[in-house]
């Protein structure tokens, strides 16, 4: 008789897209096969690291890629029982486990809400240490233990020097996912400490076919549009897709693109838009405007033109640190927006437009 699994209760989660399966509720990974074919041959040759750094840019499948790491290591080991492809189904008692978040050998950590119900900016340090903890514990069936922190961006640094700890003192039988959407800018310990796998940007055609399959009412040229903005991240586009999520992306492309003085009244009733939307509005706002930066610095890198990119760099640095304080203090979305085309204004006018 299979036991019955207790789900724990619901809270938000930072990585859910409203309409849209969670990543440990989806088993199909899109366009990372050449990741996948890497970490299938170290577990089944049972000889992998003890900790992977799991990169790559936002919504590319990070997340979904360590959960099914995750479910065949709790079912299989680091043994070649399993399909060659990680791929457990979802019927399986392991995958039930842990789509209700009940198995006891994996321990996922990340932001979690607080006392006032209010989720914090930071991954703090007594989440890191419940590692600690967790892989002390023995299995009744000595089987593994596996750890997924999502993600290594949000950590303060109390709580990456902890991280630091259990990576300088690996467990036996315990692997630890660490997930990271950018990795160059977490300690040069850490990242030396793991196994490094990247997982890319989709390309064009894999985007396109994918999301043809989950929006199955958008129109074809919707779907373009959502392609072109997110850059080959597939939880981008999907987020993209819900809650005017496409408008705000077009308008933070639009203030990057603005010459001039800014126009005070459009920004402001930009903002008016974005305090209507739900309590994340702004801080997808952020989101798009700081990728809709990335992209273009990306670009400009890469075709090995711009003399200030030191500059543009800075700006999204200070963009993440506004939208973050912002977020933390509940400040005027209204005052945010304009705070930002101010940043960008000042940018252009000292560097040119990208």
Same mark, same amino acid.
């Given at each position: 008789?299979?036991?019955?699994?207790?789900?724990?209760?619901?809270?938000?989660?930072?990585?859910?897209?409203?309409?849209?399966?969670?990543?440990?509720?989806?088993?199909?990974?899109?366009?990372?096969?050449?990741?996948?074919?890497?970490?299938?041959?170290?577990?089944?040759?049972?000889?992998?690291?003890?900790?992977?750094?799991?990169?790559?840019?936002?919504?590319?499948?990070?997340?979904?890629?360590?959960?099914?790491?995750?479910?065949?290591?709790?079912?299989?080991?680091?043994?070649?029982?399993?399909?060659?492809?990680?791929?457990?189904?979802?019927?399986?008692?392991?995958?039930?486990?842990?789509?209700?978040?009940?198995?006891?050998?994996?321990?996922?950590?990340?932001?979690?809400?607080?006392?006032?119900?209010?989720?914090?900016?930071?991954?703090?340090?007594?989440?890191?240490?419940?590692?600690?903890?967790?892989?002390?514990?023995?299995?009744?069936?000595?089987?593994?233990?596996?750890?997924?922190?999502?993600?290594?961006?949000?950590?303060?640094?109390?709580?990456?020097?902890?991280?630091?700890?259990?990576?300088?003192?690996?467990?036996?039988?315990?692997?630890?996912?660490?997930?990271?959407?950018?990795?160059?800018?977490?300690?040069?310990?850490?990242?030396?400490?793991?196994?490094?796998?990247?997982?890319?940007?989709?390309?064009?055609?894999?985007?396109?076919?994918?999301?043809?399959?989950?929006?199955?009412?958008?129109?074809?040229?919707?779907?373009?549009?959502?392609?072109?903005?997110?850059?080959?991240?597939?939880? /981008?586009?999907?987020?993209? +897709?819900?809650? #005017? =999520? @496409?408008? !705000?992306?077009?308008?933070?492309?639009? %203030?990057?693109? &603005?010459?001039?003085?800014?126009?005070?009244?459009?920004?402001?009733?930009?903002?008016?838009?974005?305090?209507?939307?739900?309590?994340?509005?702004?801080?997808?706002?952020?989101?798009?405007?700081?990728?809709?930066?990335?992209?273009?610095?990306?670009?400009?890198?890469?075709?090995?033109?711009?003399?200030?990119?030191?500059?543009?760099?800075?700006?999204?640095?200070? /963009?993440?640190?506004?939208? +973050?304080?912002? #977020? =933390? @203090?509940? !400040?005027?979305?209204?005052?945010?927006? %304009?705070?930002? &085309?101010?940043?960008?204004?000042?940018?252009?006018?000292?560097?040119?437009?990208?």
């Amino acid at each position: 008789m299979i036991k019955r699994i207790k789900a724990a209760e619901p809270t938000p989660e930072p990585d859910r897209v409203e309409g849209q399966p969670h990543p440990r509720e989806t088993y199909e990974l899109v366009g990372q096969e050449a990741a996948l074919a890497r970490a299938a041959h170290a577990i089944r040759s049972g000889r992998l690291a003890h900790a992977w750094l799991i990169t790559g840019p936002s919504g590319v499948g990070k997340a979904t890629f360590a959960y099914r790491i995750a479910r065949y290591m709790l079912k299989y080991g680091a043994t070649a029982e399993g399909p060659a492809d990680l791929a457990v189904p979802a019927t399986d008692i392991v995958s039930k486990q842990v789509e209700a978040r009940a198995h006891p050998g994996l321990l996922v950590l990340s932001r979690r809400v607080d006392d006032k119900g209010k989720l914090p900016t930071a991954l703090k340090v007594d989440e890191i240490r419940r590692l600690s903890s967790f892989y002390g514990l023995t299995s009744a069936q000595g089987g593994w233990r596996v750890a997924i922190v999502d993600t290594a961006d949000d950590m303060n640094e109390e709580a990456a020097n902890a991280l630091l700890k259990t990576l300088e003192e690996p467990p036996a039988k315990g692997l630890l996912l660490v997930l990271a959407h950018a990795p160059g800018r977490l300690l040069p310990t850490i990242r030396s400490r793991c196994q490094r796998i990247d997982l890319r940007p989709l390309d064009d055609k894999a985007l396109q076919t994918a999301l043809a399959e989950r929006l199955l009412e958008m129109g074809a040229k919707d779907r373009e549009a959502l392609a072109h903005v997110a850059e080959g991240s597939l939880g /981008l586009a999907l987020r993209l +897709a819900s809650e #005017d =999520g @496409l408008e !705000l992306a077009r308008a933070a492309e639009s %203030l990057l693109a &603005a010459k001039g003085a800014p126009d005070v009244p459009k920004i402001l009733a930009l903002g008016d838009k974005v305090a209507r939307l739900r309590d994340d509005g702004l801080a997808n706002f952020g989101q798009f405007l700081r990728q809709a930066l990335a992209n273009r610095v990306r670009a400009v890198a890469e075709a090995g033109k711009g003399a200030h990119l030191d500059r543009w760099v800075d700006v999204w640095e200070r /963009l993440n640190a506004m939208f +973050a304080r912002a #977020d =933390g @203090l509940h !400040l005027d979305p209204r005052q945010t927006v %304009l705070s930002s &085309a101010l940043v960008l204004e000042e940018v252009k006018r000292r560097s040119g437009a990208l």
